[in-house]
Structure formats: C-alpha cells, structure tokens
C-alpha cells in the first residue's frame, strides 16, 4: 500500500472521533511514519504533555506529536479491512493518550 493510501487510513480514522473530541484537541500534529528507529514494532507513539496535564504555566510549547508507524501496522494484516480496523485502533488509541488516558484503560476498553 502506498503512503498517500495509508495517510488516508489515518486519515479515516480521525473522522471517526466526535466533532467534540477533534475540536477539544489542542497543540498537537498526527504524522505519519515508517517505523520507529528505536522500537521497530511499535504502531503509534503519542508525545507530549496531555491535556489532563496542563496547567495555566501551559504556553510556548512545541505541538504534541502523534506518531503512527505504517511498516509495523502493515506487516500484522492480511488484507486492507484489517489493516482499516488496526489503522483506527492505533489513531484513537494514542489520541486517548492526548487526553490523558492511560493504557490499562484503553487495552480494556477495546483501543489497543
């Protein structure tokens, strides 16, 4: 699957939050890429500081990031449904981390 095709996975998956999630959303970019160079299995890595997190001393802070991994992601799926369903788990999952959700909640609620 090319890049542009994966991008618009991601992309899909975005439009599956509520307007009031994505517009509640602050300081933060979703980029796209290969793979981590220091986890190489890794499918997504939020960085940044959660918007649980801030306080009022909040300001001139670099956008968090958002980091889906295609290669990794690829690679566990068979076909481009699977690979749809993974794509979202992995999108929602780190952006549960922008608002602060930790992982033993999202595993047990379904997000990965």
């Known amino acids: 699957m ?3 095709r994966f991008e618009e996975l991601v992309g899909d998956a975005l439009d599956l939050l509520p ?5 509640a959303m ?6 796209v890429n290969d793979r981590d ?3 190489p299995n890794l499918l997504g890595l939020y960085t940044g500081v959660s918007l649980t997190r801030r306080t009022n001393e909040y300001s001139g802070y670099l956008p968090d990031t958002i ?7 690829m690679a566990m799926c068979s076909t ?3 690979l749809r369903r993974e794509v979202a788990v992995t999108v929602l999952h780190e952006v549960g981390h922008h608002f602060g959700i930790d992982d033993q909640w999202l595993h047990d609620n379904g997000w990965g």
């Open 26 to 31: 602050s300081n933060v970019v979703i980029l």
């Open 67 to 73: 980091q889906i991994f295609r290669e990794p992601l």
């Open 37 to 39: 160079p220091d986890n």
């Open 80 to 82: 481009e449904e699977q």
């Open 2 to 4: 090319s890049k542009r």
């Open 19 to 23: 307007s009031e999630l994505t517009d």
